[in-house]
């Protein structure tokens, strides 16, 4: 291949973006208009002509799999010879790598742990009750997440305000981050707020700084515009001496506002760097014109985007289908008959997607895929690393790695049950705070003295015996044949083995399994950062199986034939962003809208309902004022719905109750009375659960019951959770009314 021949594929627009390396450069690369492609072809041209050397390019993603899709891409299309990006990486990935380099002027070891968010919540939990704080007062979830909300915009705990606390917990939340802080580096840990926060910290040198900035010649972001406060501020300081940094996104396709992203970083580009260049990619390789035409049409409503034009190769295609149901279960009975339909002539149903707004949306969708034979999948499972005994047995490692990590300790003391009690732990914890040393020197220090019965202490010895066989092996023997030793000779295996639940065998399958991912790393530290930093398994597409998953979870995603249903008020756009967020929030559920229809290759069908079931009540709908907002002229409207619906009069109401075993609900509506009906409907959507982070419910997520308050979800039944609430133990509920907190 010749040094530029890498260029040949590109269009005009794209090989602009690829060309112009120097100064700031923001790309706004729309749906399906190739930015991927843009962004390694730029990388391979400012090696493969010199401009840099690999060392001194970085290129920061937001997910393990599309930094090493890159890193792949790359060194295609460069000397094979030369060695790889070696900065390549998510944001977390690469904070936690320059901390490393300079741990120690933190006051940390580069040994140090990242901690997950469970093992985040457990250390608020000691710290709470070493400040016998309650708990029903200072709930450690809802801790959590405002120290999580501080470290994203880039605040120490001195930086926090005092005026800006108006309620108890607000008041004493900052002193519990600074004691949060103050652990975490007593341990030896720090969490991925930190990876972040930190790095911000260490460059308030100048040398470290100046490191950093001068060696990256060139800085290149994906997915600008999911960019929170302390990403933005990262990567201002880091492009401080060269100024090339070049961000490439899509301001119509900022939906992760409820997590920290500001859309407003993209916005304000051009004004946060000086003779900044912004080029718009136009040509859209994914969908056809009409899907195009709707998605621009939609998205033109919006007044915060900086605006672009799409065109496509794809030709005019099919219309957008519009269909209006009598109710969510016709609705569903629909899908299911059209994916029938279009199997007959396309076989592949990897091809075919439903994407919800809401998780309750795809329970009726389920049952009727089920009744027609429709193999299906949920995007957004249970997570390898997040299973109870993977989190387990790494425990062990992680405390035969590092002694002091006080999180790993208690984990590993409480699997299996030695007979140590709260009593003795709080023991064992209260040494360790007076004395600043870890719960394994704290608990080394109590063995064979009063503090403890002869009993405890001798099963304190046994543990403690076997990580410390665990540490005198570390330098001779392979790091996955010292987990089989711990987890033998701690009686954890046996404990499973013994286990008649069926569920035993799978955990053992799974321990199995973790040994065998071990053997792919060259040490402990490098396995562990790699399960600290991974977000996601990815899914299997090998089955033939039509996709469920929500608008969220499809970004970044694309199907043949699209199915939007409950395109509603107060479903879509989601009546609580809508109360919670006003214009700002209508902005990203159209942009949300937005992401749903772009992901379409050659039809979309949407939607409608007139009527849907909230808390067993049938209720009447009305249409998404997005409909409305599409172009008009290449919509084909097909009605299924029953005209005498229309009047909304009770006794049909009574039918559908009546037909679900429902207890009739009086229901009836006059023009004068719309909305009435809008605040109960808003009620009802209210306690149905809200899109979050993975938005298919995990395993380990925070949620919010209206009868149990705040729990833990354990594991994941179907359409059904069973949820360890704070207060009233494990509980069984059906997933449509718990919300994330």
Known sequence: MSNTQYLDNLNELQHESVCSTEGPNLIIAGAGTGKTRV????????????????????????????????????????????????WIGTFHSIGAKIIRNHAEVLGLKSSFTILDKDDQLSLIKQIIKAENLDQSQFSPKLIQSKIDQWKN???????????????????????????????????????FGDLLLQCINLFKRDDILKRYSSNFKYIHVDEYQDTNAAQYIWLKLLASEHLNICCVGDDDQSIY???GAEVDNMLKFEKEFENAKVIRLKQNYRSTNNILKSASSLISYNEMRLGKELISDQGTGEPIYLHLV?????????????????????????????????????????ESLIKYSIPYRIIGGIKFYERSEIKDAVSYLR????????????RALTVPKRGIGEKSFSHILSLANRNKISLYQASKNMIDTDELTKKISESLKLFIGVIDRGKSMIENVPFYDILKVLLDES????????????????????????IVAMQDYNSIEEFLEHISLVTAVDENNADNKVSIMTLHAAKGLEYDFVF??????????????????????????????????????????????????????????LQSRFIDELDQEIIKTINHASDHLNSFQEPHFDEYNQDYGLKPKKISFQDNEVSSYRTVVDM??????????????????????????????????????????????????????????
């Open 564 to 621: 939007l249903p409950g395109w509603e008020e107060g479903l879509f756009p989601h009546q609580k962003t809508i109360d919670e967020s006003g214009n700002k929030g209508i902005e990203e559920e159209r942009r949300l809208a937005y992401v749903g229809i772009t992901r379409a290759k050659k039809k979309i069908n949407i939607i409608t309902s007139m009527t849907r079931r909230f808390q067993n009540n049938w209720m009447p709908s």
């Open 257 to 259: 506002s409820w997590r």
């Open 399 to 410: 405390l035969v790695y590092e002694s002091q990590d006080d999180v790993a300790f208690e």
């Open 684 to 741: 009802e959507i209210e306690n149905v659960r809200d899109i979050n982070d993975d938005l298919i419910l995990q395993i380990g997520q925070t949620v919010e019951h209206k009868k149990f308050g705040v729990g833990t979800i354990q594991d994941i039944d179907g359409t059904k959770a069973i949820v360890d609430f704070d207060k009233h133990g494990k509980k069984k509920l059906i997933s449509d009314f718990l919300k994330p907190c």
């Open 326 to 366: 009598n109710s969510s279960r016709d609705e569903a009975n629909l899908v299911a008959q059209e994916i029938l339909d279009y199997k007959k002539d396309n076989p592949d149903l990897n091809n075919i997607s439903i994407l919800v707004r809401a998780v309750f949306q795809s329970r009726e969708i389920e």
């Open 491 to 514: 009686g954890y295996m046996n404990m499973l083995k013994n286990d008649k639940n069926v569920s035993a065998q799978t955990k053992i399958e799974n321990i199995k399994e973790l």
């Open 39 to 86: 962004l390694t072809t730029r990388v391979a041209h400012i090696v493969e002509t010199n401009l840099a050397f690999p060392s001194q390019v970085l290129c920061v993603t937001f997910t393990n799999k599309a930094a090493r899709e890159m890193a792949d891409r790359v060194q295609q299309l460069v000397n094979q010879s030369m060695d790889r990006i070696p």
């Open 153 to 191: 915009k880039a605040l120490n705990p001195d930086d926090i305000k005092a005026e800006s606390l108006d309620s108890l917990i607000d008041e004493k939340s900052p002193t519990i981050y600074k004691i949060y802080q103050q652990r975490l580096f007593e341990i030896n840990c720090l969490d």
